[in-house]
């Protein structure tokens, strides 16, 4: 996934121009990157990696509104012929994903539940853009007929369907984990009592 949102954001700038394209690529590429780093990094703290990544994404999501408002003062309302909303929809969606990328790094990172949570979240909805590519995004190279039953979009729904599933499960498990700590409280370690009189003796 990787290679296909690199290749395809390059493609998008420089082989055919298509600034929508190389919205949702770079979105697409940033999503998975941070994605696999979140499994990949178990300590969770944050790194010059995220740091740039938050100012790719950041980049992504101005470019993306400042698209959308060129598309909208169009007459046709198109820019690079795919409509304003498309712009404005994956302009807030990268903006979005900076703003949590500062409330990340501002707190030191994410751990346990709440990195899965993250990993599971970003992956999933790169998944989901790669199947909007697909369906709607090549309608035209499925027959109309199969189109017309709609099940091509049983995908999208069962990738909406298992982040949602997961993602309300392991913020739960996160949940039940802090009150567990909570009711835990802090762990004493006791010593005997002629050891404690032991070293009261030495220090005197």
Same mark, same amino acid.
């Given at each position: 996934?990787?290679?296909?949102? $690199?290749? /395809? ?17 770079? &979105? ?8 696999? @780093? ?5 300590? !969770? ?10 100012? @790719?994404?950041?980049?992504? /999501?101005?470019?993306?509104? #400042?698209? /959308?408002?060129?598309?909208? !003062? ?18 807030? #969606?990268?903006? &979005? ?11 030191? !990172? ?26 709607? !995004? ?23 369907? $298992?982040?949602?599933?997961?993602? @309300? ?17 802090? @762990?004493?370690? $006791?010593?005997?009592?002629?050891? /404690? ?8």
């Amino acid at each position: 996934m990787l290679c296909m949102s $690199s290749t /395809g954001a390059y493609i998008a700038e420089f082989m055919k121009p298509n600034k929508a394209n190389f919205l949702v690529a770079v &979105l697409t590429l940033y999503l998975v990157a941070t994605a696999w @780093v979140a499994a990949r990094r178990r300590d !969770g703290k944050p790194t010059l990696f995220d740091r740039i990544a938050l100012l @790719v994404v950041l980049a992504d /999501g101005i470019g993306g509104m #400042i698209w /959308g408002i060129q598309a909208a !003062g169009n007459p046709r309302g198109l820019k690079d012929g795919m409509p304003a909303a498309i712009y404005f929809v994956f302009g807030s #969606i990268a903006l &979005l994903c900076a703003v949590l990328d500062v409330r990340m790094i501002r707190r030191g !990172g994410v751990a346990g539940a709440k990195r899965i949570v993250r990993h599971l979240l970003r992956m999933s909805f790169a998944l989901l853009i790669a199947l909007m590519s697909l369906y709607p !995004g090549q309608a035209k190279l499925f027959p109309a007929w199969f189109r017309e039953t709609n099940l091509m979009f049983v995908p999208h729904v069962l990738v909406i369907g $298992s982040m949602l599933f997961w993602t @309300v499960r392991m913020r739960r498990r996160s949940k039940t984990e802090r009150a567990k700590r909570s009711a835990e409280g802090p @762990v004493m370690r $006791s010593e005997p009592a002629w050891q /404690g009189a032991a070293t009261s003796a030495a220090h005197r």
